[in-house]
């Protein structure tokens, strides 16, 4: 006899099959059908839109040998997207149990110094990794992240039960959020929340540190001082006579330490040498410790780009700097690396929009101060999720040159080698995004753009100090001051 819970199961199974077509996906949309075929469309909202039965229903209607040999690479992406959005449906659900699992301890197990080290806190994270196999360490975590999507970030949880989220870049927000004071919560967590979805986790946690330390109420230099002191050097021992070595050191000398090895195990490519760059950064890291330098390693000359708005440089404000490979320094960091590190190039920025200089727009080979410009611009690669840092790719036209395509700033964009060659060589299609950055359309038609970065504030603490200074004294001014020309590099 059938349980009350099993006949609910399949009314609903029963229900959510009448949502879709009684015909297979791919009857709808013919060969000659163009990608973006409104009958395509609809079945991609279908999916962002269907409920948890319907998106069950439509992947175990997938597994027959009858849909999987009659699909189309469209078809099969919007499965991967159902079963994707089915995902993050059950890590919400999780989330909310391990939370109940917590609030269901006994309420009086608070002897410790606090909710992460109480009894009740740690009765919860030991019956939860008996229960889902995992070492305390990482129930601890989850136990965490759970009290925390179920507390403060609730908007966060709910992204992540709808689908626009997935759990690990659920896990980027709540840890990036966790050192924040209570009340800059709801203004991160709305603000972020903007731009999660289109952002892959590395340039989602790129892009909470910045917000985090636009928003937290104490100074990036405070907390870089606190922070210093916790400096140090770590070993781990790793399986197969091999271990790991890290360091937790300021992002200005770790960012310079990993460019100059990078830059030497570069110069040792080439010819005979067989190992990878990843093994030629690990014999360089190594033998430099060690007192006995890889040969070629004596002659890089690694740079690291340091962007400094110009009053800030100059002392008249605090704005942080953006240090390559990293994101925000304290503004006394980089006036310190401006006068006392050769290997840092600085680059200074308009006080009002953070502009640069126009260039070269009459030739096909990118000045040398463009192709910097581009680099600062964009950060990573210009490929939907790449973070590989700009200062290792190459710059490619959007409009081929051949195709009238100008040498400008606004046809530049960095690509790594992997999808500078995949841009040329398959069917992935790149399009100047309005908003700013490129828009690729993959080979199966779906569509991705990346949100641009937030755009600075009208009036800055920079303006500011500009407007301070073009103001006669005693006198009000009703105008905005006229901007002057950007600076040079």
Not at 174 to 183: G, K, S
Not at 228 to 236: A, G, N
Not at 237 to 251: F, N, R, T, V
Not at 310 to 325: Q, R, Y
Request: hydrophobic content about 35%.
């Amino acid at each position: 006899m059938e349980s009350g819970t099993e006949r609910i199961l399949e009314d609903a199974y029963a229900e959510a099959a009448l949502q879709w077509p009684d015909v297979p996906l791919e009857h709808l949309i013919s060969d000659e059908d163009e990608l973006e075929d409104p009958a395509e469309q609809r079945m991609r909202s279908a999916v962002e839109h269907a409920s948890v039965y319907s998106l069950v229903s439509r992947l175990q209607g997938a597994r027959s040998q009858e849909s999987r040999s009659s699909r189309r690479l469209p078809d099969t992406l919007n499965l991967l997207r159902a079963a994707e959005r089915l995902a993050a449906w059950a890590a919400a659900q999780r989330t909310r149990l391990v939370a109940e699992v917590y609030g269901l301890g006994n309420a009086a197990n608070h002897s410790w110094s606090g909710e992460g080290d109480s009894l009740r806190f740690t009765e919860a994270a030991t019956e939860t990794a008996a229960l889902l196999k995992l070492s305390e360490g990482a129930a601890t975590r989850l136990v965490s992240e759970s009290l925390s999507l179920t507390g403060h970030l609730q908007k966060t949880l709910t992204a992540l039960e709808d689908g626009r989220i997935c759990a690990g870049r659920t896990s980027v927000i709540v840890e990036q959020a966790r050192t924040l004071p209570e009340e800059a919560l709801p203004a991160f967590e709305r603000e972020i929340l903007e731009s999660a979805p289109q952002l892959n986790r590395p340039k989602l946690a790129a892009r909470c540190r910045r917000l985090r330390e636009k928003l937290h109420p104490d100074t990036l230099s405070a907390r870089r001082a606190q922070a210093f002191s916790d400096r140090r050097v770590v070993l781990e021992p790793a399986q197969d006579g091999m271990a790991w070595l890290s360091g937790y050191l300021p992002a200005e000398q770790a960012v310079a330490i990993f460019t100059s090895v990078d830059a030497a195990a570069r110069n040792l490519r080439g010819g005979d040498e067989s190992r990878t760059l990843a093994q030629l950064r690990a014999d360089v890291f190594a033998d430099t410790l060690l007192g006995s330098p890889s040969g070629g390693a004596s002659g890089s000359t690694a740079k690291v780009l340091v962007t400094v708005p110009v009053f800030s440089l100059m002392g008249l404000t605090d704005e942080p700097a953006e240090l390559e490979g990293y994101g925000p320094i304290p503004a006394d960091v980089a006036r310190e690396l401006a006068a006392n590190a050769p290997s840092f190039m600085r680059l200074l920025t308009h006080p009002y929009s953070g502009a640069v200089l126009r260039l070269d727009r009459t030739r096909y080979r990118p000045s040398e101060d463009l192709r910097t410009w581009v680099k600062v611009r964009d950060k990573t690669c210009s490929f939907y999720g790449c973070n590989r840092p700009a200062s290792r790719c190459e710059i490619d036209h959007v409009i081929a040159w051949s195709e009238d395509g100008r040498t400008c700033e606004d046809n530049l964009y960095p690509l790594c080698k992997r999808h500078h060659m995949l841009k040329h060589q398959s069917g992935w299609t790149p399009d100047p995004n309005p908003s700013g950055g490129l828009s690729w359309t993959s080979p199966g038609g779906q569509t991705y753009s990346s949100p641009p970065e937030p755009t600075p504030s009208d009036i800055s603490l920079t303006a500011a100090v500009l407007q301070k200074i073009n103001r006669p004294s005693g006198i009000e001014s009703t105008t905005h001051p006229q901007q002057p020309e950007p600076p040079p590099f």
